[in-house]
């Protein structure tokens, strides 16, 4: 366990997949406004769809193609729309090349071939972990901060627990 003079270091290393940003997307997606408009309009689109399933099956004329396509079109693109977001963040940061992230007592360092940002911790307050990445996440209410440290840049299993444990103390999980 590598320590500094101030506490615990965690350091990462990896070269970001399409996988890693699709995660990260997905975990940020539902905590926004945009994520409650998405939400909403899966509900309202579900609703019609299940009101032209009944009146197709009574037998009930009158069900508007649009409304129909509509019903199906909507929460197809918002299952999607992660998918498509992470695939144009990925060969952006293609160029990048590979990332070094050491995440400290005073927050996280991100350096590439062409930047380095160091993000503290009151920037990005909140974290989300799924099985791919862990996300820090800004508070605003659009979720617009993010950063990703995809568990693979971990150069051990256990360093997974170790930097959950960090962020855990100067985070919160969201």
Not at 82 to 107: I, K, M, N, Y
Request: hydrophobic content about 45%; charged content about 25%; proline content about 5%.
């Amino acid at each position: 366990m590598e320590k500094d003079m101030t506490g615990d270091v965690v350091e990462l290393t990896y070269r970001p997949v399409a996988a890693d940003f699709i995660s990260a997307v997905r975990a940020r997606m539902w905590l926004g406004r945009t994520g409650r408009r998405l939400r909403t309009f899966c509900v309202v689109a579900g609703f019609f769809l299940v009101l032209e399933v009944v009146l197709l099956v009574t037998g009930k004329p009158g069900v508007p193609l649009v409304l129909l396509v509509g019903s199906v079109a909507v929460p197809a693109l918002t299952l999607l729309s992660p998918w498509l977001l992470a695939r144009q963040v990925q060969r952006l940061t293609d160029r990048q090349g590979v990332f070094r992230v050491t995440v400290t007592e005073a927050g996280v360092s991100v350096a590439t071939d062409t930047a380095t940002t160091t993000i503290t911790w009151r920037a990005q307050p909140r974290y989300r972990e799924t099985d791919r990445v862990f996300v820090l996440i800004s508070d605003d209410k659009n979720a617009t901060g993010l950063t990703m440290l995809p568990k693979h840049g971990l150069p051990d299993r256990s360093d997974v627990d170790r930097l959950r444990a960090l962020l855990d103390r100067h985070l919160t999980r969201c």
